[in-house]
């Protein structure tokens, strides 16, 4: 320790103080004494001793008053307190441990004795102080270690969910009427997650995996995928194998987002009514995540320009087409909550909106 230890003298009898003072002095400590109860209480705060010798017959409080008081204090309890008394007080001395004395010194003290039992009692208190400091410090670098982990694992979830977006993307490049359409529909996607109750962990992995959903485009052909206007029959029966060709893609991965992702790709055109594709599920056949890609994805795609379609649909169409279809193409209790959050909506689409140009 930088200081001298430093030892409070508990005992009304000033001739003993006055003993153990010149006994301990010359050892190289500081003494600090009170003659009574209430001073030694008002001392322990004053002088922050290393050690206190208390004496237990005082007046105003007791020696054992005092103790409890140390002892039940948080800043003070890891104080050694030694009780001075005679060899006869047994019963004294059982009680003093009680209340949490750590050791006794028989009066009439012993010089050799004193100077021995203080040694080893300073030896126990800066060990005990050292691993406590140890401990708080310790427990501090965990702590920043933690939030800088938590900080460098967040700047790699947002790397990766950045890269997500920009492979998907890839997906659908050729396609130039949805350069930010995986951004918006797959936070539309969250937005209504969370409206529906899911956890944010879910919610997490529900903005993750949206933005895979046609990554199947990637297996179609440009004459298909680019063409204006409508498909006839078999190049709509070609159009319909993204779903199936996304769901091959991302297969076999054994991260959860990209097992949710192959789940999306492949139901995400399922209808509530069953008159959807590729297996023509009906109702709650359909996984929940497939049912709240469909809304998300229908209201952008009807929202915004494509190449079946030149000018988007006013948007205040696009959420009465989602009530109207409420039972037949979506999830009737979803399009009542996505209609809910139609300001969450509309502030994400105007977060992600097309740039210039697109």
């Not at 001075?84 to 009439?108: H, Q, V, Y």
């Not at 999306?264 to 023509?280: K, N, V």
Request: hydrophobic share 40%; glycine share 6%; charged share 30%.
């Amino acid at each position: 320790m930088d200081r001298k230890p430093r030892i409070l003298i508990c005992d009304d009898e000033i001739h003993i103080t006055k003993l153990i003072e010149t006994i301990l002095v010359p050892q190289g400590y500081e003494v600090c004494k009170a003659h009574d109860g209430r001073e030694a209480l008002e001392m322990v705060d004053k002088c922050q001793p290393d050690l206190i010798l208390m004496d237990l017959m005082m007046p105003i409080l007791d020696g054992f008053e005092v103790t409890r008081a140390i002892k039940e204090k948080p800043a003070t309890q890891n104080i050694p307190v030694v009780i001075i008394s005679a060899a006869s007080d047994r019963e004294r001395r059982l009680r003093a441990i009680e209340l949490g004395a750590d050791d006794f010194l028989t009066k009439p003290l012993d010089r050799t004795e004193l100077k021995v039992r203080v040694k080893s009692l300073l030896k126990v208190k800066a060990y005990n102080d050292h691993m406590r400091q140890s401990k708080i410090e310790l427990e501090m670098e965990v702590a920043k270690r933690t939030d800088q982990l938590k900080m460098a694992l967040e700047k790699i979830k947002l790397a990766s969910l950045e890269v997500i977006f920009r492979l998907s993307r890839a997906a659908e490049f050729r396609d130039k009427g949805t350069g930010e359409h995986i951004k918006r529909m797959s936070h539309y996607a969250a937005a209504l997650a969370r409206r529906l109750g899911y956890n944010e962990e879910i919610v997490e992995a529900i903005l993750y995996a949206t933005p895979m959903h046609d990554i199947g485009k990637i297996g179609i052909a440009d004459s298909i995928l680019l063409k204006p206007g409508k498909h006839d029959l078999q190049e709509w029966e070609m159009m319909k194998q993204h779903t199936r060709i996304g769901a091959k893609i991302v297969e076999g991965s054994d991260y959860g987002f990209i097992k949710l992702a192959g789940i999306i790709a492949l139901t995400h055109h399922e209808h509530w009514d069953g008159g959807g594709y590729p297996m023509g599920l009906r109702g709650a056949q359909i996984p929940a995540v497939g049912r709240i890609t469909t809304l998300a994805d229908v209201f952008d795609a009807m929202t915004t320009s494509r190449p079946y379609r030149l000018k988007p649909i006013p948007v205040e169409e696009a959420f009465a087409y989602i009530k109207s279809a409420a039972g037949t193409h979506f999830d009737p209790q979803m399009a009542q909550a996505f209609l809910e959050i139609k300001q969450e909506i509309l502030d994400i689409r105007d977060q992600f909106a097309e740039e210039e140009g697109h």
